[in-house]
């Protein structure tokens, strides 16, 4: 990346477990809308406590094999729904790059990414498939199930953050994500 430092957008932020997780919401939310997914939540707690009433009420004996395997499934599901935030935090704590401190230099040719001394990532923005803007930063995927993360706080200017949302949505292949004039508005 032979750019002049003009250009350059500095993004630096500490890669933590808390970083991951507002990453992790942000791809949660892009694929599964938020009132979608409180709606289905509840809709499975309340058919979960129905057949759990069913069988206590019914008593094992009386109730059929279908009643009994609906609430398994349903009880797995509830608890793969509870466990997985804690199954991702502790892959995490084994990931070479926790506590690491990440900086990104973003150019209008591409972004590169350095912990101390060595790149670890460089791609262009021609390479960036999908584009995710959440509550917290933006995700770019340069791979179906790659994403990075690029969280608002970790832009030293909300200029610097409205080149970047530019550049995400004009440089990259997906053209759906809306170009943003002033994202400075609630962000930081």
């Given at each position: 990346?032979?750019?002049?430092?003009a250009?350059?957008?500095a993004?630096r932020?500490r890669?933590?477990?808390?970083?991951?997780?507002?990453?992790?919401?942000c791809?949660?939310n892009?694929?599964?809308?938020?009132?979608f997914?409180?709606t289905?939540a509840?809709?499975l707690?309340?058919?979960l406590?129905?057949?759990?009433l069913?069988v206590?009420l019914?008593?094992?004996?009386a109730?059929n094999?279908?009643?009994?395997?609906?609430?398994f499934?349903?009880?797995?599901?509830?608890?793969?729904i509870?466990?997985?935030?804690?199954?991702?935090?502790?892959h995490?704590?084994k990931?070479?790059?926790?506590?690491?401190?990440?900086?990104?230099a973003?150019t209008?040719?591409g972004?590169?990414?350095r912990?101390?001394?060595?790149?670890k990532?460089?791609?262009?923005?021609?390479?960036?498939r999908?584009?995710t803007e959440?509550?917290?930063?933006?995700l770019?995927?340069?791979?179906?199930?790659?994403f990075?993360?690029?969280?608002?706080?970790a832009?030293a200017?909300p200029?610097?953050?409205?080149?970047f949302l530019?550049?995400?949505?004009?440089?990259?292949?997906?053209?759906h994500?809306?170009?943003?004039?002033?994202?400075?508005?609630?962000?930081?």
């Amino acid at each position: 990346m032979n750019t002049s430092k003009a250009q350059e957008i500095a993004v630096r932020y500490r890669w933590t477990e808390v970083e991951l997780r507002n990453a992790y919401y942000c791809e949660r939310n892009a694929i599964i809308r938020p009132v979608f997914l409180w709606t289905w939540a509840a809709i499975l707690a309340l058919l979960l406590v129905a057949l759990i009433l069913k069988v206590v009420l019914e008593g094992l004996n009386a109730s059929n094999g279908s009643d009994l395997a609906l609430t398994f499934a349903l009880v797995v599901s509830v608890l793969q729904i509870i466990t997985s935030q804690p199954l991702r935090a502790r892959h995490f704590k084994k990931h070479n790059d926790l506590n690491a401190d990440l900086n990104w230099a973003v150019t209008p040719e591409g972004l590169e990414c350095r912990v101390g001394a060595e790149v670890k990532h460089r791609f262009d923005w021609s390479d960036v498939r999908k584009v995710t803007e959440g509550k917290k930063g933006v995700l770019l995927y340069p791979a179906p199930k790659t994403f990075y993360w690029f969280p608002f706080h970790a832009f030293a200017t909300p200029e610097d953050l409205n080149a970047f949302l530019k550049y995400a949505s004009t440089l990259t292949r997906d053209k759906h994500h809306p170009a943003r004039p002033d994202a400075s508005g609630d962000r930081q």
